[in-house]
């Protein structure tokens, strides 16, 4: 980030921060023939040192997203004294994947979480304008759609584009300035601190990335070496236990040895796991494969298991029936390279997933569809019980796991190993 953090900061200072002489507050700095080049050059110093110091603060969280984007919003409230702020990062589709507020309180921001601003409007338009926008009156502006529920009005605006390797990723406005409406000084510091804080989204995204990948690499090698040394000490012990249960008659001492012979079988299906998530992407099984061939497969693959919990259900008195409806939404897209195993048996841990996400029953929806000419997209969604909010930076790691003895913790990790193996990546909302 920094050489990148310094060219922007550069860049601002080489345009000698053309708005500086309406002073940081918004009113005028009187010239006169004996200080006005003086004063000019304080003023453009002082809003540099404004922008280095909220720029440097956000670097501080480069290598935690959450807390970047949290400070992002914070920060730019301070930089451009405004009483609300807020963060909208977008997905490849466009729509909004993360939001983060920065002045609400608590009854405030509990009522708009569930209804963040989508775009529309006013916030749409910084987007294809692709610079700032600046508003003294929202309440009399003509691109004004209403507010969500829950947002609390808004009579001054100030919004910026987030952009970087000329890709929107989102972007960041503030709403009523103390003392006033935005200035034009304010705008240029919105612009400079946009283009520093998109650099250091992408980097802490980069940075997260690598991590990911090296952790994925390093605990797929310990998979495979424990499960091979796991699966020889099984192999022991089941031949052990099948010798011993030839010989005893007792019906106690077969119960108890049942027993181990059920433990240690299912810990070779831990150990069959734990192997499946170290087996690297099989690069010499890369044809072009169908994509909705293969989430079709992976839905028939798993029917027993969502069939069988809705039998299940409506047979047992201790819980009332419910049904798990799978659909297709498959759109036109052409074949891509890759291996079909790997892939399949990602969607596999991804219906399972959302099986055990719908105790009461619902819908699961496995969609393929295109983004651009040159990515799609393929998702599982469902109408479960979400992701709790302190689980969700850890969803891919290995061995977490929220289901206790019922999960291996490596479902969503194997999915993001698919994935990077594939040249593509993985995401999620809840």
Same mark, same amino acid.
């Given at each position: 980030?920094?050489?990148?953090?310094?060219?922007?900061?550069?860049?601002?200072?080489?345009?000698?921060?053309?708005?500086?002489?309406?002073?940081?507050?918004?009113?005028?700095?009187?010239?006169?023939?004996?200080?006005?080049?003086?004063?000019?050059?304080?003023?453009?110093?002082?809003?540099?040192?404004?922008?280095?110091?909220?720029?440097?603060?956000?670097?501080?969280?480069?290598?935690?997203?959450?807390?970047?984007?949290?400070?992002? %919003?914070? +920060?730019?409230?301070? $930089?451009?004294?405004?009483?609300?702020?807020?963060? @909208? /990062? &977008? !997905?490849?589709?466009?729509?909004?994947?993360?939001?983060?507020?920065?002045?609400?309180? %608590?009854? +405030?921001?509990?009522? $708009?979480?569930?209804?963040?601003?989508?775009?529309? @409007? /006013? &916030? !749409?338009?910084?987007?294809?304008?692709?610079?700032?926008?600046?508003?003294?009156?929202?309440m009399a502006d003509d691109q004004r759609r209403g507010y969500p529920p829950g947002h609390p009005p808004m009579h001054t605006f100030l919004g910026v584009p987030l952009i970087a390797s000329s890709r929107v990723l989102g972007r960041?406005?503030?709403t009523e300035r103390e003392g006033g409406t935005f200035t034009e000084s304010d705008e240029t510091l919105a612009m400079g601190f946009a283009a520093a804080a998109a650099v250091a989204i992408e980097s802490a995204r980069r940075t997260a990335r690598l991590l990911a990948s090296e952790r994925l690499r390093a605990t797929g090698e310990l998979a495979i070496g424990i499960s091979h040394d796991f699966n020889n000490?099984?192999?022991?012990?089941?031949?052990?236990?099948?010798?011993?249960?030839?010989?005893?008659?007792?019906?106690?001492?077969?119960?108890?040895?049942?027993?181990?012979?059920?433990?240690?079988?299912?810990?070779?299906?831990?150990?069959?796991?734990?192997?499946?998530?170290?087996?690297?992407?099989?690069?010499?099984?890369?044809?072009?494969?169908?994509?909705?061939?293969?989430?079709?497969?992976?839905?028939?693959?798993?029917?027993?298991?969502?069939?069988?919990?809705?039998?299940?259900?409506?047979?047992?008195?201790?819980?009332?029936?419910?049904?798990?409806?799978?659909?297709?939404?498959?759109?036109?897209?052409?074949?891509?390279?890759?291996?079909?195993?790997?892939?399949?048996?990602?969607?596999?841990?991804?219906?399972?997933?959302?099986?055990?996400?719908?105790?009461?029953?619902?819908?699961?929806?496995?969609?393929?569809?295109?983004?651009?000419?040159?990515?799609?997209?393929?998702?599982?969604?469902?109408?479960?019980?979400?992701?709790?909010?302190?689980?969700?930076?850890?969803?891919?790691?290995?061995?977490?796991?929220?289901?206790?003895?019922?999960?291996?913790?490596?479902?969503?990790?194997?999915?993001?190993?698919?994935?990077?193996?594939?040249?593509?990546?993985?995401?999620?909302?809840?």
């Amino acid at each position: 980030m920094t050489s990148e953090h310094e060219k922007v900061l550069g860049d601002l200072l080489s345009k000698g921060l053309g708005h500086a002489q309406k002073g940081l507050g918004g009113d005028r700095v009187p010239a006169s023939p004996q200080s006005s080049g003086g004063r000019h050059t304080q003023a453009s110093d002082v809003i540099l040192r404004r922008l280095y110091a909220a720029t440097t603060a956000i670097s501080a969280f480069i290598d935690d997203e959450p807390r970047l984007l949290q400070s992002v %919003a914070e +920060e730019f409230a301070t $930089l451009v004294s405004a009483k609300y702020a807020a963060l @909208g /990062i &977008l !997905g490849d589709d466009g729509t909004l994947k993360n939001f983060v507020t920065f002045g609400l309180t %608590a009854d +405030e921001e509990t009522l $708009l979480r569930p209804n963040p601003p989508t775009g529309k @409007g /006013i &916030l !749409g338009a910084l987007l294809p304008e692709g610079r700032a926008l600046r508003i003294d009156d929202v309440m009399a502006d003509d691109q004004r759609r209403g507010y969500p529920p829950g947002h609390p009005p808004m009579h001054t605006f100030l919004g910026v584009p987030l952009i970087a390797s000329s890709r929107v990723l989102g972007r960041l406005y503030a709403t009523e300035r103390e003392g006033g409406t935005f200035t034009e000084s304010d705008e240029t510091l919105a612009m400079g601190f946009a283009a520093a804080a998109a650099v250091a989204i992408e980097s802490a995204r980069r940075t997260a990335r690598l991590l990911a990948s090296e952790r994925l690499r390093a605990t797929g090698e310990l998979a495979i070496g424990i499960s091979h040394d796991f699966n020889n000490l099984l192999a022991t012990i089941l031949g052990r236990v099948e010798v011993v249960l030839g010989q005893v008659r007792d019906a106690t001492h077969r119960e108890s040895l049942e027993a181990i012979r059920r433990a240690a079988r299912d810990g070779a299906v831990i150990a069959g796991r734990m192997r499946e998530y170290g087996r690297a992407v099989d690069t010499d099984d890369i044809r072009p494969v169908d994509l909705g061939l293969l989430a079709s497969e992976a839905i028939e693959f798993t029917r027993p298991r969502w069939q069988i919990e809705e039998i299940l259900s409506a047979e047992t008195p201790a819980h009332p029936k419910h049904e798990i409806v799978v659909r297709k939404r498959f759109e036109p897209v052409p074949e891509v390279d890759g291996d079909p195993f790997s892939i399949r048996e990602a969607l596999v841990n991804l219906i399972f997933n959302a099986v055990d996400a719908m105790p009461d029953g619902g819908t699961i929806t496995i969609g393929v569809q295109p983004i651009d000419q040159s990515s799609i997209q393929l998702f599982v969604s469902d109408t479960g019980t979400g992701i709790p909010i302190e689980a969700q930076p850890h969803v891919f790691d290995p061995f977490f796991t929220t289901k206790g003895a019922r999960g291996s913790g490596l479902g969503l990790a194997m999915v993001r190993k698919v994935m990077d193996g594939h040249n593509g990546h993985v995401e999620f909302e809840t």
